[in-house]
């Protein structure tokens, strides 16, 4: 029985840090994860940005003449 008392410190001690961590993260979790079609848009809209870029860098690298 004395196994009992002398495991329950750590068991609670764990217990109560796992709760804890819990509720902190709790608040810094995001509110809601973006659907389907708001990712695919916002992945397409990336795409452009990305091609708009290296053909700009392309460009510039072309010489004049």
Known sequence: ?????????PVVA????????WWLGFRE???RTPGTVRS?????KY???L??????????ARPNG
């Open 1 to 9: 029985m004395s196994w009992l008392l002398w495991l329950s410190g």
């Open 14 to 21: 764990a217990a109560a840090a796992s709760v804890w961590a």
């Open 29 to 31: 979790r995001p509110r």
């Open 40 to 44: 695919v848009k916002a992945h397409g």
């Open 47 to 49: 795409l452009r940005v």
């Open 51 to 60: 091609d708009h870029a290296t053909a700009s860098a392309a460009d510039r």
